[in-house]
Every structure is written in C-alpha cells, then in structure tokens.
C-alpha cells in the first residue's frame, strides 16, 4: 500500500473517529456552531484522535528504530525492556514527588525508561548472541524481572491500584489538557528522520560503521534515547500500548525492504491507521461501552508476536 492510499485510509478512519462515541455528534448543531456539539468535538473527540495519531506514530517508529539497531525483528520496546522501565519511573514519580505535574513524572519515565533500555542492549552484547529468538526472550524476561519489582512497591505503598488503571492503554479518558505533551514527540520524530541513515549504518555492526566514519555506539545511543523519550510520552499520556512496535515495522519491512528512511513514513502511517481501527473496534464491539486498547492491542500483538516467531523458525 503507498503512503498515499494510507494518507486517505487515516483521513477516513479520523472521520470515523471524531463521530464514533457514547454520545452522538449532531452534524447539523455542529454546523450552527450549537454549544454542546462544539464542545463534544473540541473537549474530547480531537484531542482523542490526536491522542491516537501521535501515540500511533511515536510507537511504531520507536519499534522500527530498535530492530534496525539490534538487527533483530523481534525487539521493541515492549520486548526490550522499555515500556516496563518506563512504567518503573512513573511508579516512582508517584513515591518520590507524590504532587508533582505530568512533566516531572514523564522527566522520571524517560531516564527509567533510558536506563532499562541502555541494560537490556549491554547484557546483548555481552552475551554475543544473534539468535532472533533468544534476544527478545532476554527482554521480555527482564521486562518481567521489572515489572514484578514495580508491583511490589506498588503493593508496598498502596498504588497497584493507581498505577494498574493509569498503565492500562485507553483512549477514553483523553480530553483537553491531557493530551498535550505529546506535542513534544514532533521534533524527536524529526531527529529520527534526520539520523535515520546513521542507524542503517550503524546497525550494520561496529565495523562497518567505523569504515564509514561513525561511532556505532553513539548512534545507538542516540537511537535509544529517541526511543526512550517516545515511549515514556505515550505511557504517560495513554498508558501501555504493547506490541504495536513489534507488529508494524514487521509488516513494513515485510514488504518495502529494509532501508529505514524510506520506510519511516510508512511505518508512521501504518501505526496511525492500526491503532485508529483497533480503537474504532474497541468502542463498536460493546457499544455504548468500551475495551481499551491496550486490551485489544495485547490480545492481537501476542498472537501476530507467536506467528511471526513459528514463521521465523520454519521459513518455508
């Protein structure tokens, strides 16, 4: 599919966001101008889509960056440790800073996030394995090592609750003036862009990339602290979306190749529409209620993760 026909595919389905909800969307009050209309689509149904656009996006890109820089198609920062760490940083945002703003606690998710991250590519190389299965199978282990650790601060202080319902991935507590930090993706998204033939390179390994004139390391550092930033906005803001980094950049490397700059856009694009038609489905099945996405997310990501680890292990 070009990204033209995916350009027209998320128009349509943000229209069908903006009209899909609880409460129905009067057209012709919206055109009046009505009170209560303008307020459904200005308090709630653009922030919502935008939401969805920018976590879409952030998270997808995140994925294709990382298994560029790993060379393995199984590493995202669900199976890399990432989002755990960054669920760690916010749990103790809350211990530490108990009254502190969105800033301070996505400040926290980010170098939590950085950290885990930084962990997980380290035990990598020292392990020196490339086998494509054993490598995510590290992360998402450790992801579990982190995530029992957090759960049990949680327990400690009171705040499984709290963090239980703010992790869970879901769009439909997104209104205005709480979704505006993901405005501060944009210009990571572009730093991407910008290095994106630096971390073809220097997934190519160390050598190579010495024979180019890089330092491998420091662009994988660069790389992983874009990723790290991504995710902890999207956490913070939405919560965990799992394997939405894992299942698109593989769907787009499947078909257009592996040159990351040229697959960028598509990835973004593709994550976009993913996450819009998983939400739409989300508040259709059980309308007027609603599954939350990190829900619908978990459950399509773990089969479409086993498939392409069974397609990964018996090519033919």
Request: no cysteine.
């Given at each position: 599919m070009t990204n033209q026909k995916l350009m027209l595919l998320t128009v349509i389905l943000s229209i069908g966001s903006l009209l899909v909800g609880v409460q129905n969307l009067d057209l012709q009050?919206?055109?009046?101008?009505?009170?209560?209309?303008?307020?459904?689509?200005?308090l709630s149904r653009i922030p919502r889509l935008l939401s969805i656009l920018f976590a879409g996006i952030a998270m997808s890109i995140s994925g294709l960056i990382m298994q560029q820089l790993t060379r393995n198609r199984f590493v995202s920062p669900t199976t890399a440790t990432t989002i755990d760490s960054a669920k760690m940083g916010f749990l103790f945002g809350l211990l530490l800073f108990p009254g502190s703003s969105l800033i301070l606690r996505m400040v926290l998710s980010f170098l939590f996030a950085l950290g885990g991250t930084f962990l997980f590519m380290k035990i990598l190389r020292s392990l020196?394995?490339?086998n494509p299965i054993i490598i995510p199978l590290v992360?998402?282990?450790?992801?579990?090592?982190i995530d029992s650790v957090t759960s049990f601060f949680a327990i400690r202080f009171?705040?499984?609750?709290?963090?239980?319902?703010w992790m869970q991935g879901n769009f439909a507590m997104i209104t205005r003036g709480r979704y505006e930090l993901l405005f501060l993706?944009?210009?990571?998204?572009?730093?991407?862009?910008?290095y994106a033939n630096k971390f073809t390179i220097a997934g190519m390994g160390d050598d190579f990339a010495a024979n180019l004139g890089l330092k491998a390391e420091t662009i994988q550092r660069i790389g992983i602290s874009i990723v790290a930033i991504l995710t902890s906005l999207v956490v913070i803001n939405v919560g965990q979306i799992p394997y939405l980094g894992l299942i698109v950049p593989n769907i787009v490397t499947m078909y257009r190749g592996d040159h990351l700059k040229n697959n960028l856009l598509t990835t973004g694009l593709l994550g976009a529409n993913f996450l819009l038609l998983t939400d739409l489905l989300g508040r259709l099945v059980i309308h007027p209620y609603e599954i939350p996405i990190g829900l619908m997310i978990g459950v399509?990501?773990?089969?479409?993760?086993?498939?392409?680890?069974?397609?990964?292990?018996?090519?033919?």
């Open positions: 009050g919206l055109l009046a101008l009505e009170e209560t209309p303008v307020r459904i689509l200005t020196g394995t490339q992360g998402i282990m450790m992801g579990n090592v009171d705040l499984l609750q709290n963090i239980g319902s993706s944009l210009p990571f998204l572009v730093l991407a862009a910008l399509l990501g773990s089969v479409v993760f086993l498939v392409l680890i069974v397609r990964r292990r018996h090519p033919a």
